[in-house]
C-alpha cells in the first residue's frame, strides 16, 4: 500500500540530507510504527506519505514514495486526499470549522459525499472517540486531549485506505488513548486499513505494531522488523522493555502482560532483599500515615542519585524567595466558564520544593487550574494566591518573578523570528544579565543555533526553548502544562534532570500530565482531578497504585509490590 524507494529529503538550505535510504514497504492492512530519537526525521517520513513533503514544505525528495499506486511527487495532497489520512502533531493546525460535528463533516464535504452517509460517519465517529457529548461544542472551548480526538476523528470519516499519524495519543489521557488505539486496532483488522504511525509513548502503541521501522539517528537508513526484534536494539524503548533488559528476559516482553507471567523470579528477588519501594521521596512504605507531611524544604532526588548540577547558573545562586510560606494556595477555588463548571471547591496547598502531578482525564480542569494560578482566568468564588499575592490582579511584570507557565502550546510564548531573538527579548523581560537564557537553552537544546527559527523546531525543541524562556526569570512556582508532548525517553530524561535541580533550588512545580511515567520518575504527589472537582491528592505511589488508569508500567507488572520505575527496581538489586 506504501512503497518508498530509495527516499531521501533535503530541505533548502541544508548540507545534508534530513533522512535518506529509506527504503522499505507498507503492506495493505496492517500498522507500523515508526520509532526513533527526535530529529531523526520521523514527521519528514509521514509527510512524504500525504504528500506535505515537499509540495508543502519545500525542498528535494529523491526516490519515490507511492500510496495506493500514486506517486506523491506528482500528485499533491489534494489528490491524495481520498487515500490519505493524515494527522500532525499540532491538532489546530487541522480545524477549518468552528463546532465537533461542523469538523468530522468537513472532509466528507470536500470528497462530495451524499448527505445521509454523512450523517451516518459522523454518528459513528462521535461513539467511536467517546465525542458525542462534544458534537455541539465549539472547538476553541475543548482542552487539548479533546481537540486531538477530534483531529483524528476528522480524518476517519472519509474512510481513508492510509491513515498517517504523528503523535496521535501524545495529549490523550491513558483512557482515551486507549480507546483511540482499539479504534486503530478495529480498522486495521477488520477493514484492512493501513496505517503509518509515529509515537514517542511506545508503551502506549508498542503491542498493537505489526512492525517497526526505526530511525536510529538523522541521514541512516531505517531498520524494519518485528517489534520485539526492534525494540532488542533501539536506542528508545518503553518501560516494559527496559524492565525485560534489567532482569535478562528473552525474548523482551512488549506487554504488562508478558512481563508479570515473567517477573514472578523477579518480585521475589525484590522481596528477599527486603527492598522497600519508596511512597514518596524520602518516604518508607511501613511509616505512619499520621506522620507524612508534605516537603517544605528542599526533597533529596530520588533513589539516592547523585545531586543534579546547577545547570541553570554557572555560579550557586540562592533559593527563589516568596513573601509566603506556600508557593500557591488555592481554598474553595471555583470557576464556571461558558455555563460549564470548569473547577469546583478546589482546596490545595503547594509548598516550596515540592514536585505535584495534576492528571486526570481530558476536560477535567486541568489546564483550567494552572491557567487560574497563573492569573489568565479569574475565580468565579473562592480565592487563589501565588506568591503571597492574588495573580489575576497582579501586574504582569511582577507576576513573572513569582509563577511561569509553559503552556500546551508553546509557540503561544515564542514571537521573535530567531532562538537569540526569543532570548534577548526573555532577558530584558526578567531584568536578567544578558546570556541567561542562551545559557537555558544551550542546556536544554544542546546543537541549536542563534539563527534557527523557532517555527523551525520540532514540537519538543519548542517546549525546550520556551521552558527556558519562562526559567529566566527564575519563578518559585513553575507550571507546565503536558510538558512532555512530543519529547523521546532522552529528551524527557533531560527533562526531568532540569526539574529535579529546580526543585533541589526551592522551585515549586506543578505539571499537568497525562505522561504516567513522568509522574512516576518525578512527582512528590500526585492530584486526581475529575469533572473539576478533587478526588485524589497524596503521595504519588498511594495515588497511583491504586489507579488502574494511572498506574505506571512497573507498577503493573511488579504488583503488589509499590515499585514505580526501572530505576527504583535496579537501584534495590544494586
Known sequence: ?????????????ATEPTVQGVDFEVPEGELVLLVGPSGVGKSTVLGAVSGLVPHFTGGTLRGRVTVAGRDTRTHKPRELADVVGTVGQDPLSHFVTDTVEDELAYGMES???????????????????GLADLRARPIATLSGGQQQRVAIGSVLTPHPRVLVLDEPTSALDPAAAEEVLAVLQRLVHDLGTTVLMAEHRLERVIQYADQVALLPSPGEPPLLGTPADIMAVSPVYPPVVALGRLAGWSPLPLTVRDARRRAVALRQQLEERDALPPQGRGELRDQPQQSRTRHTTAP???????????????????????????????????????????????????????????????????STLLSTL?????????????????PHRTPPRDLVRKVGLVPQEPRDLLYADTVAGECAAADRDASAAPGTCRALVTELLPGVTDDTHPRDLSEGQRLALALAVVLTARPPLLL???????????????????LRGLAAEGHAIVLA?????????????VVLLAEGEIIADGPTADVVVSSPSFAPQVTKILAPQKWLTVTQVREALS
Do not use: C
Open 374 to 390: 497563573v492569573g489568565l482566568l479569574e475565580p468565579t468564588t473562592g480565592s487563589v494566591t501565588t506568591g503571597g499575592t492574588t
Open 513 to 525: 500530565t497525562h505522561d504516567v511515567e513522568l509522574a512516576a520518575e518525578l512527582a512528590h504527589r
Open 1 to 13: 500500500m506504501i512503497r518508498f524507494e530509495n527516499v531521501s529529503v533535503t530541505y533548502d538550505g
Open 480 to 498: 507546565l502544562d503536558e510538558p512532555t508532548r512530543g519529547l523521546d525517553y532522552a529528551a524527557k530524561a533531560r527533562l526531568v534532570t532540569v
Open 300 to 366: 533529596p532526588t530520588l533513589l539516592g542519585a547523585p545531586t543534579p548540577r546547577r545547570w541553570f547558573r554557572r555560579t550557586p545562586q540562592p533559593a527563589p524567595t516568596t513573601t509566603s510560606p506556600h508557593a500557591a494556595e488555592t481554598q474553595a477555588l471555583s470557576l464556571t466558564r461558558a455555563h460549564t463548571h470548569a473547577l469546583r471547591h478546589i482546596d490545595l496547598t503547594i509548598t516550596p520544593g515540592e514536585t505535584i502531578a495534576l492528571m486526570g482525564r481530558n476536560g477535567a480542569g486541568k
Open 111 to 129: 470528497l462530495g459525499l451524499a448527505p445521509d452517509v454523512m450523517r451516518r460517519r459522523v454518528e459513528e465517529t462521535l461513539d467511536l472517540l
